[in-house]
């Protein structure tokens, strides 16, 4: 079995289906964790956001949004606005499972669909919301190193992780905390059976 079939049959025994997507008291977002394999490596695309926004401007994320009155569930959401984004078609997507769903600190109740895409897709950020678009290795979110736990942030429970990765192919620095650092430390200690070192 190879990387991309074994990570598949993991991550399903995790797939919530559509137990919470018709809660009706929240207002419902999914993000889309895209994973590939690079050189043998579980990756994730991630991206920062345009700081024009008015909501996480210049924030890591990965793509994802409010659902719109058209979408038919969760998945649906995180596919367009995965489209909308940076561009992913949403037949270029393998959804492998929905994780059970969070609530952000803007109230929304989060839906993280985990989908593989093709190592050779090429992103085309949307500047009106993203700014740029980058890889990072799964592995990165279950290590020590560049990574950062604090007890107590304001409106937080638990641990409030925080990741500064340096891209190796543009040099850049990016800070990936809040849910976005919590939702890629589960997707990569589920995908890869692996503990995260806090």
């Known amino acids: 079995m190879d990387i991309k079939e074994e990570t598949t ?3 399903k025994r995790f797939d919530i289906g559509n137990k919470f997507s018709n809660l009706p008291v929240l207002p419902k977002a999914s993000v889309l964790i895209p994973l590939f394999v690079k050189n043998g490596e579980l990756c994730t695309l991630m991206t ?3 700081k ?5 401007a210049g924030e890591v994320c990965f793509p994802g ?3 719109d009155p ?13 489209e909308e ?5 949403p037949d270029a997507v393998q959804v492998v499972c929905r994780l059970f769903p969070v609530i952000n600190k803007n109230g929304l109740l989060v839906t993280p669909v985990v989908g593989f895409i093709e190592e050779s897709f090429c992103p085309c950020p949307n500047p009106a919301e993203v700014s740029t678009v980058f890889t990072v290795p799964l592995d990165f979110f279950t290590s020590k190193k560049d990574h950062f736990a604090a007890h107590g942030a304001a409106g937080m429970v638990g641990l409030l992780h925080s990741f500064y990765f340096v891209d190796p192919d543009s040099g850049s620095q990016y800070h990936i905390w809040g ?7 589960l997707v990569a200690a589920l995908a890869l059976r692996k503990k995260p070192a806090v």
Do not use: C, F, Q
Request: aromatic share 0%; no cysteine.
């Open 9 to 11: 049959a993991i991550l």
């Open 65 to 67: 949004g409010k659902r």
């Open 70 to 82: 058209s979408d038919r569930d969760d998945v649906d959401t995180a596919l367009r606005e995965a």
């Open 179 to 185: 849910l976005t650092a919590m939702l890629a430390i």
């Open 52 to 56: 024009e926004l008015r909501t996480s």
């Open 85 to 89: 984004e940076i561009g992913l078609p």
């Open 48 to 50: 920062l956001r345009s």
